[in-house]
C-alpha cells in the first residue's frame, strides 16, 4: 500500500521521457483522480485520502475557442427549453446563411479573459517543475455537433460537405491562434482536447468521411501543436481503431482511453504501441463499479502489462469520470496499484 507520507510528483523532465519514449522512471498518472458525476456527493471528505497520490501533470482548461456563449450572434440560438436541451440535440447555427456571422464572431484570442485564470497556477507549476497540459474538450466532432445538433450534423456530412468544410477551416484557424497564444503566454508541455470519435462497436462515421472531412484538420493542428513543441494528447471514448492510422498520421501523440469492450487492447498495443504512447483508461463502467478490490488490481497489472514498452510510451487514467457508485476501496486499490506496479514493471527495464 502506499504510505500515508504520499508519492512524489513525477518532475516535467520524467513526464516527457514516458511520453517521448525515454525511459521514465514509473508510469505517470494523468486523469486518475478524475471524479464524475455523483461522487463528490456521495463520498465527501473521504476523497481527501487520495491526496497523497499526485496527478503527474498539471491540467490548465479554458472553455473551447469555438463557443458560442462566448459570441453575440444575432438571433436567439439558446431558446426558452435550452436548459433542458441535452448538448447534442441544440442548434446554434439553425441554417447555413448563419455561418459567415458565426465565423466572423469567433473570439479573439489575444483579448481572451480566460487566460487570467491560469495565471497563478502555471507560475506555482513552474516552480514546481511540473509537465504542464493545457487545452479544451471538444475539436472537430463534438464541438460540430454543439453547433449543429447530433442529427443534423450526420446529415451535413452528406447533403453539405462544403459548409461543414467551411466550418471546419474557420475552426481549424481558430484553434491554431489558441495554440499559438498559449505558447507565447506559458509555452505548456502538452495541449488536450476531446472528440468522442467512436461508439461501442466502431467509428460514429465512417473511416471514409473522416478521412475526407475531419481528418485534414485534425492534420492543421497537429502541425500547429508540433510547431509549438508541445505534445498532442487527444481523448475519444468508443472504438477508434479504424481511425488510429489518421490519427496518428495527424500528429496526435497520446491517446486516451483505449476503451474496453469497445477496443481490443492487445491488438491495438501491439499495432500501433511504437507509433503512439497510450494513456491507458482502466474501464469505470464495470471494472470499478462491480469487481472487488483484487479484480481491479488485476486490470491494472494487466493494462500496464499491455501497454508499457522498454523506453515507457505509456501513461495511465480512469477511462472517463468515476461516478457515484464506486466502492471507495476500489478507487484506492485502482491507484495504489497504478503507483506499486507501475514502478515494479519500470524496474524490469532499468
Same mark, same amino acid.
Given at each position: ?15 516527457? *521521457?514516458?511520453?517521448? #519514449? ?20 456521495? +463520498?465527501? @471528505?473521504?476523497? #481527501? ?11 490548465? !482548461? ?14 436567439? !440560438? ?5 436548459? *433542458?436541451? *441535452? ?57 460540430? !455537433? ?21 466550418? %471546419? ?36 462515421? @465512417? ?9 485534414? +484538420? ?12 508541445? %505534445?498532442?494528447?487527444?481523448? @475519444? ?18 491517446? %486516451?482511453?483505449?476503451?474496453? %469492450?469497445?477496443? &481490443? ?45 522498454? &523506453? ?7 477511462? &472517463? #469520470? ?7 476501496? &476500489? ?20
Amino acid at each position: 500500500m502506499i504510505t500515508e507520507a504520499g508519492v512524489e510528483p513525477m518532475s516535467r523532465e520524467d513526464v516527457i *521521457a514516458a511520453v517521448e #519514449g525515454h525511459g521514465p522512471t514509473r508510469i505517470p498518472l494523468v486523469r486518475a483522480k478524475w471524479w464524475g458525476e455523483g461522487l463528490h456527493d456521495q +463520498y465527501g @471528505s473521504k476523497l #481527501g485520502r487520495f491526496d497523497r497520490i499526485p496527478e503527474d501533470v498539471e491540467h490548465l !482548461w479554458i472553455p473551447n475557442p469555438v463557443d458560442a456563449e462566448k459570441m453575440d450572434l444575432s438571433w436567439d !440560438w439558446k431558446g426558452e427549453s435550452r436548459e *433542458a436541451t *441535452a448538448h447534442d440535440a441544440r442548434t446554434v447555427i439553425k441554417e447555413w446563411g448563419q455561418l459567415d456571422e458565426f465565423i466572423e464572431k469567433l473570439p479573439d484570442p489575444t483579448t481572451d479573459p480566460d487566460w487570467s485564470s491560469l495565471e497563478d497556477q502555471v507560475a506555482l507549476a513552474k516552480r514546481e517543475d511540473r509537465y504542464l497540459l493545457w487545452g479544451f474538450w471538444n475539436l472537430f466532432f463534438e464541438r460540430p !455537433w454543439m453547433i449543429r445538433g447530433m442529427e443534423h450534423l450526420m446529415v451535413d456530412y452528406y447533403e453539405s460537405p462544403d459548409q461543414i468544410a467551411r466550418l %471546419h477551416e474557420a475552426m481549424a484557424h481558430q484553434y491554431v491562434r489558441y495554440i499559438e497564444e498559449a505558447a507565447r503566454r506559458f509555452d505548456p508541455d502538452g495541449f488536450w482536447t476531446s472528440d468522442d470519435l467512436g461508439h461501442q462497436t466502431g467509428p460514429m462515421m @465512417s473511416p471514409s468521411i473522416f478521412h475526407e472531412l475531419i481528418y485534414p +484538420y485534425y492534420c492543421v493542428v497537429g502541425e500547429a501543436v508540433r510547431a509549438a513543441g508541445m %505534445h498532442f494528447w487527444l481523448h @475519444s471514448c468508443g472504438d477508434n481503431t479504424l481511425l488510429l492510422p489518421d490519427l496518428i498520421d495527424a500528429g496526435v501523440e497520446v491517446f %486516451h482511453p483505449v476503451q474496453k %469492450h469497445t477496443m &481490443n487492447e492487445a491488438a491495438v498495443a501491439e499495432e500501433f504501441g511504437d507509433k503512439i504512447t497510450f494513456l491507458a483508461g482502466i474501464d469505470v463502467q464495470h471494472t470499478l463499479q462491480e469487481m472487488d478490490a483484487e479484480g481491479v488490481r488485476r486490470e491494472v497489472r494487466f493494462l500496464i502489462d499491455t501497454f508499457d514498452r522498454p &523506453n515507457g510510451r505509456m501513461a495511465i487514467a480512469a477511462g &472517463n #469520470g468515476i461516478v457515484a457508485g464506486t466502492p471507495l476501496e &476500489n478507487i484506492e486499490a485502482f491507484l495504489d496499484e497504478a503507483i506499486a506496479y507501475g514502478r515494479e514493471h519500470r524496474r524490469r527495464y532499468t
